[in-house]
């Protein structure tokens, strides 16, 4: 069991916004920036979110991400085919004093 | 341009050790830690611990204490994850990541290696 707690799966049709949760606990995203990355199949995790809703340089404005209390959410508007992904969050346990990672959510564009 | 490039995929019996390498490029590499994080086949993500270049200093997992050793080359821009004692729970791909931000509660892995497929198998 992931000590962030994602659903393992979602979907959408193409255009439609779609958002993904993100539970925790005040040890680590209570306190802590939450983290998203996007791993298409067969790829690395590519970062898409930091510091809670911040975008590197090349993510679509699409890509959102927001926080409040012990959850995070990551947002995705005008859904496309290439947006099928596993997603996933993290942040720092300040208890564990680890990285921790949600179990992932798997994004299926009907 | 940035560029994590990972060692080939291994197969290691029971009982082993298994060393992979990530060597960087395309940065200054003494200037950001270096995490490892694996992922077994269908699962999800799971962070192992990092080493700081500049200093060789090192943090783990709890999980992995005892079994896991980071280090780093300054010379070759190279880190290196070794894991012993395998175990069949250990077959997964194991990735490297550039961290960036500082501290470990404000940070991101803003560039990963391509992986690196290890098999422990009778």
């Known amino acids: 069991q992931s000590v962030l707690t994602q659903p393992p799966s979602a979907s959408g049709t193409p255009w439609q916004r779609l958002t993904i949760s993100c539970s925790g606990s005040?040890?680590?995203?209570?306190?802590?920036?939450v983290n998203w990355y996007q791993q298409l199949s067969g790829t690395a995790p590519k970062l898409l979110i930091y510091?809670?809703?911040q975008r590197p340089s090349g993510v679509p404005d699409r890509f959102s991400g927001s926080k409040s209390g012990t959850s995070a959410s990551l947002a995705i508007s005008g859904l496309q085919s290439e947006d099928e992904a596993d997603y996933y969050c993290?942040?720092?346990?300040?208890?564990?004093?680890?990285?921790?990672f949600g179990g992932g959510t798997k994004l299926t564009v009907l | 341009q940035v560029q994590l490039v990972q060692s080939g995929a291994e197969m290691r019996k029971p009982g082993a050790s298994v060393k992979v390498s990530c060597k960087a490029s395309?940065?200054?590499?003494?200037?950001?830690?270096i995490n490892w994080a694996r992922q077994a086949t269908g699962q999800g993500l799971e962070w192992m611990g990092w080493?700081?270049?500049?200093?060789?200093?090192?943090g783990y997992a709890q999980k992995f204490q005892g079994r896991v050793t980071m280090t780093r080359s300054t010379s070759t821009s190279t880190a290196y994850m070794e894991l012993s004692s395998l175990t069949s729970d250990d077959t997964a791909i194991y990735y490297c990541?550039?961290?960036?931000?500082?501290?470990?509660?404000?940070?991101?892995?803003?560039?990963w290696g391509q992986g690196t497929l290890v098999t422990v198998s009778s």
């Open positions: 510091s809670d809703n």
């Open positions: 080493v700081t270049p500049n200093t060789g200093n090192t």
């Open positions: 395309g940065y200054t590499f003494t200037s950001y830690d």
């Open positions: 990541a550039r961290f960036e931000g500082g501290q470990q509660q404000l940070g991101r892995f803003d560039y």
């Open positions: 993290a942040a720092w346990d300040d208890n564990m004093m680890a990285l921790v």
């Open positions: 005040s040890s680590n995203i209570g306190r802590n920036s």
